[in-house]
Protein backbone atom coordinates (compact mmCIF):
# COMPACT_ATOMS: atom_id res chain seq x y z
CA UNK A 1 0.00 0.00 0.00
CA UNK A 2 1.16 3.89 -0.75
CA UNK A 3 1.20 5.48 2.62
CA UNK A 4 0.36 9.29 2.83
CA UNK A 5 2.20 11.46 5.44
CA UNK A 6 0.82 14.47 6.09
CA UNK A 7 2.03 17.53 8.04
CA UNK A 8 1.55 19.08 10.41
CA UNK A 9 -1.32 17.20 11.67
CA UNK A 10 -2.69 20.35 13.14
CA UNK A 11 -2.17 24.27 12.91
CA UNK A 12 -3.98 27.78 14.57
CA UNK A 13 -3.89 30.52 11.90
CA UNK A 14 -5.65 33.53 11.91
CA UNK A 15 -7.61 34.91 9.29
CA UNK A 16 -5.58 36.59 6.42
CA UNK A 17 -2.52 34.31 6.93
CA UNK A 18 -0.73 31.97 4.22
CA UNK A 19 -0.96 28.48 5.28
CA UNK A 20 0.53 25.53 3.69
CA UNK A 21 -0.19 21.54 4.06
CA UNK A 22 2.31 18.54 3.12
CA UNK A 23 1.65 15.68 2.15
CA UNK A 24 4.50 12.89 1.15
CA UNK A 25 3.71 9.35 -0.66
CA UNK A 26 5.82 6.45 -0.05
CA UNK A 27 6.59 6.33 -3.46
CA UNK A 28 6.06 8.23 -6.88
CA UNK A 29 2.21 8.54 -7.67
CA UNK A 30 2.98 11.03 -10.43
CA UNK A 31 0.35 13.53 -9.90
CA UNK A 32 -2.33 11.15 -9.04
CA UNK A 33 -2.68 13.59 -5.96
CA UNK A 34 -6.03 14.99 -4.27
CA UNK A 35 -6.74 17.13 -1.79
CA UNK A 36 -10.42 17.09 0.40
CA UNK A 37 -11.74 19.80 2.98
CA UNK A 38 -13.97 18.21 5.69
CA UNK A 39 -16.39 20.04 7.94
CA UNK A 40 -18.34 18.76 10.86
CA UNK A 41 -21.65 17.56 9.63
CA UNK A 42 -21.09 18.67 5.58
CA UNK A 43 -20.34 16.46 3.09
CA UNK A 44 -16.28 16.47 2.58
CA UNK A 45 -15.77 17.93 -0.48
CA UNK A 46 -12.81 17.85 -3.46
CA UNK A 47 -10.22 21.14 -3.43
CA UNK A 48 -7.70 20.11 -6.11
CA UNK A 49 -7.21 16.93 -8.29
CA UNK A 50 -4.30 15.80 -10.14
CA UNK A 51 -2.26 17.63 -7.62
CA UNK A 52 -3.12 21.43 -9.16
CA UNK A 53 -6.37 21.20 -10.86
CA UNK A 54 -9.10 23.48 -8.83
CA UNK A 55 -12.49 21.78 -8.80
CA UNK A 56 -15.53 23.61 -10.05
CA UNK A 57 -16.43 26.72 -7.54
CA UNK A 58 -13.62 26.03 -5.51
CA UNK A 59 -12.03 29.57 -4.16
CA UNK A 60 -8.89 30.82 -6.31
CA UNK A 61 -7.18 31.04 -2.36
CA UNK A 62 -6.54 27.58 -2.85
CA UNK A 63 -3.70 26.18 -5.13
CA UNK A 64 -1.91 22.75 -4.91
CA UNK A 65 1.83 21.90 -6.57
CA UNK A 66 3.96 18.49 -6.67
CA UNK A 67 4.56 15.91 -8.03
CA UNK A 68 6.07 12.21 -7.77
CA UNK A 69 6.91 11.97 -3.39
CA UNK A 70 5.93 15.47 -2.28
CA UNK A 71 2.76 18.02 -2.51
CA UNK A 72 1.73 21.05 -0.95
CA UNK A 73 -1.84 22.65 -0.91
CA UNK A 74 -1.74 26.48 0.13
CA UNK A 75 -4.25 29.15 1.58
CA UNK A 76 -3.27 32.19 0.12
CA UNK A 77 -5.62 34.04 2.33
CA UNK A 78 -7.34 32.27 5.25
CA UNK A 79 -10.68 32.86 5.26
CA UNK A 80 -13.08 32.21 8.25
CA UNK A 81 -15.12 29.27 6.76
CA UNK A 82 -11.28 27.43 5.85
CA UNK A 83 -10.75 26.21 9.50
CA UNK A 84 -11.74 22.57 8.42
CA UNK A 85 -9.67 19.14 8.49
CA UNK A 86 -8.13 19.03 5.61
CA UNK A 87 -6.64 15.41 3.70
CA UNK A 88 -4.81 14.20 0.95
CA UNK A 89 -5.35 10.91 -0.97
CA UNK A 90 -3.73 9.11 -3.82
CA UNK A 91 -5.62 7.93 -6.75
CA UNK A 92 -2.58 5.92 -8.45
CA UNK A 93 -3.36 2.59 -6.85
CA UNK A 94 -5.75 0.59 -5.08
CA UNK A 95 -6.19 0.56 -2.07
CA UNK A 96 -6.57 3.95 -2.23
CA UNK A 97 -5.04 6.00 0.56
CA UNK A 98 -5.43 8.78 2.27
CA UNK A 99 -3.21 11.33 4.96
CA UNK A 100 -4.01 11.58 8.10
CA UNK A 101 -5.27 14.58 8.46
CA UNK A 102 -4.45 18.46 9.19
CA UNK A 103 -6.77 20.22 11.07
CA UNK A 104 -6.88 24.15 10.59
CA UNK A 105 -7.98 26.04 13.72
CA UNK A 106 -8.67 29.46 14.28
CA UNK A 107 -5.74 31.24 16.38
CA UNK B 1 -26.85 18.21 -9.95
CA UNK B 2 -25.89 14.42 -8.55
CA UNK B 3 -26.53 13.96 -4.65
CA UNK B 4 -25.81 11.07 -2.58
CA UNK B 5 -27.49 10.28 0.76
CA UNK B 6 -26.56 7.10 3.18
CA UNK B 7 -28.92 5.22 4.95
CA UNK B 8 -28.99 2.37 7.43
CA UNK B 9 -29.01 1.12 11.24
CA UNK B 10 -27.23 3.61 13.73
CA UNK B 11 -26.31 0.88 16.10
CA UNK B 12 -25.39 -2.82 14.97
CA UNK B 13 -24.75 -5.94 17.51
CA UNK B 14 -20.95 -7.07 17.48
CA UNK B 15 -20.53 -9.99 15.41
CA UNK B 16 -23.26 -9.03 13.09
CA UNK B 17 -23.31 -7.26 9.63
CA UNK B 18 -23.66 -3.34 8.98
CA UNK B 19 -25.93 -2.88 6.17
CA UNK B 20 -25.58 0.94 4.69
CA UNK B 21 -27.52 2.35 1.39
CA UNK B 22 -26.21 5.12 -0.68
CA UNK B 23 -29.62 6.76 -2.87
CA UNK B 24 -28.62 8.72 -5.72
CA UNK B 25 -30.50 10.89 -7.68
CA UNK B 26 -29.49 13.20 -10.68
CA UNK B 27 -27.40 10.38 -12.26
CA UNK B 28 -28.12 7.43 -13.83
CA UNK B 29 -25.47 4.72 -11.63
CA UNK B 30 -26.10 2.19 -14.86
CA UNK B 31 -24.56 5.16 -16.83
CA UNK B 32 -20.86 4.82 -15.58
CA UNK B 33 -18.67 6.30 -13.16
CA UNK B 34 -17.42 3.89 -9.94
CA UNK B 35 -19.14 4.81 -6.75
CA UNK B 36 -17.70 3.86 -3.25
CA UNK B 37 -17.57 3.81 0.08
CA UNK B 38 -14.98 5.67 2.44
CA UNK B 39 -15.23 5.47 6.30
CA UNK B 40 -14.18 7.82 9.14
CA UNK B 41 -13.44 6.24 12.34
CA UNK B 42 -13.75 8.71 15.59
CA UNK B 43 -10.60 10.69 16.02
CA UNK B 44 -9.04 9.22 13.21
CA UNK B 45 -8.57 9.50 9.35
CA UNK B 46 -10.25 8.85 6.11
CA UNK B 47 -10.52 5.16 5.25
CA UNK B 48 -11.41 3.90 1.40
CA UNK B 49 -13.66 0.76 1.79
CA UNK B 50 -14.01 -0.24 -1.71
CA UNK B 51 -15.46 0.56 -5.31
CA UNK B 52 -17.73 -0.50 -7.52
CA UNK B 53 -18.37 0.04 -11.56
CA UNK B 54 -21.33 -0.95 -13.24
CA UNK B 55 -20.98 -4.21 -15.36
CA UNK B 56 -17.36 -3.99 -14.28
CA UNK B 57 -14.86 -4.63 -11.48
CA UNK B 58 -15.26 -3.99 -7.41
CA UNK B 59 -12.31 -3.53 -5.30
CA UNK B 60 -12.21 -3.63 -1.78
CA UNK B 61 -9.51 -2.79 0.27
CA UNK B 62 -7.43 -5.71 1.81
CA UNK B 63 -7.37 -4.49 5.51
CA UNK B 64 -11.05 -5.25 5.99
CA UNK B 65 -9.92 -8.89 5.35
CA UNK B 66 -12.94 -10.33 3.12
CA UNK B 67 -15.54 -8.85 5.32
CA UNK B 68 -16.81 -6.62 2.66
CA UNK B 69 -19.02 -6.54 -0.39
CA UNK B 70 -20.47 -3.94 -2.47
CA UNK B 71 -23.26 -4.18 -4.57
CA UNK B 72 -25.71 -1.69 -7.48
CA UNK B 73 -29.64 -1.87 -7.35
CA UNK B 74 -29.93 -0.06 -10.80
CA UNK B 75 -33.70 -0.61 -11.02
CA UNK B 76 -33.68 1.92 -7.27
CA UNK B 77 -30.52 3.79 -8.28
CA UNK B 78 -28.54 3.06 -5.34
CA UNK B 79 -25.76 1.52 -3.86
CA UNK B 80 -24.88 -0.99 -1.06
CA UNK B 81 -21.98 -1.94 1.26
CA UNK B 82 -22.29 -4.89 3.76
CA UNK B 83 -19.61 -5.32 6.58
CA UNK B 84 -19.73 -9.02 8.11
CA UNK B 85 -18.61 -9.85 11.59
CA UNK B 86 -18.23 -6.28 13.19
CA UNK B 87 -16.60 -5.45 15.97
CA UNK B 88 -16.15 -1.85 17.44
CA UNK B 89 -13.29 -0.98 15.52
CA UNK B 90 -15.96 -0.65 12.96
CA UNK B 91 -17.59 2.46 14.61
CA UNK B 92 -17.32 5.09 12.16
CA UNK B 93 -19.19 7.81 9.96
CA UNK B 94 -19.65 6.03 6.92
CA UNK B 95 -19.42 7.79 3.76
CA UNK B 96 -20.70 7.06 0.26
CA UNK B 97 -19.27 8.78 -2.65
CA UNK B 98 -19.04 9.24 -6.95
CA UNK B 99 -15.61 8.77 -8.30
CA UNK B 100 -14.39 9.31 -12.12
CA UNK B 101 -15.02 7.32 -15.42
CA UNK B 102 -11.56 5.83 -15.22
CA UNK B 103 -10.04 4.37 -12.53
CA UNK B 104 -6.18 5.87 -12.49
CA UNK B 105 -6.50 9.87 -11.20
CA UNK B 106 -10.24 9.71 -10.30
CA UNK B 107 -11.32 11.34 -7.01
CA UNK B 108 -14.57 11.26 -4.66
CA UNK B 109 -17.29 13.73 -5.88
CA UNK B 110 -19.39 14.61 -4.89
CA UNK B 111 -19.88 12.67 -1.44
CA UNK B 112 -22.63 12.12 0.90
CA UNK B 113 -23.10 13.50 4.55
CA UNK B 114 -22.05 10.83 6.14
CA UNK B 115 -24.17 8.18 8.39
CA UNK B 116 -22.61 6.98 11.94
CA UNK B 117 -22.73 3.68 12.84
CA UNK B 118 -22.42 2.40 16.10
CA UNK B 119 -20.94 -1.23 17.38
CA UNK B 120 -22.27 -1.88 20.46
CA UNK B 121 -23.91 -4.70 22.25
Known amino acids: DIRMTQSPSSLSASVGDRVTITCRASQSISTYLNWYQLKLGKAPKVLISGATTLQSGVPSRFSGRGSGTDFTLTISSLQSEDFATYYCQQSYSTPRTFGQGTKVEIK | QVQLQESGPGLVKPSETLSLTCAVT?????????WGWIRQSPGKGLEWIGS???????DYNPSLNNRVTISLDTSRNQFSLRLTSVTAADTATYYCARLGVEWLGNYFDPWGQGALVTVSP
Open chain 2, 26 to 34: GYSISSGYY
Open chain 2, 52 to 58: IYYGGPV
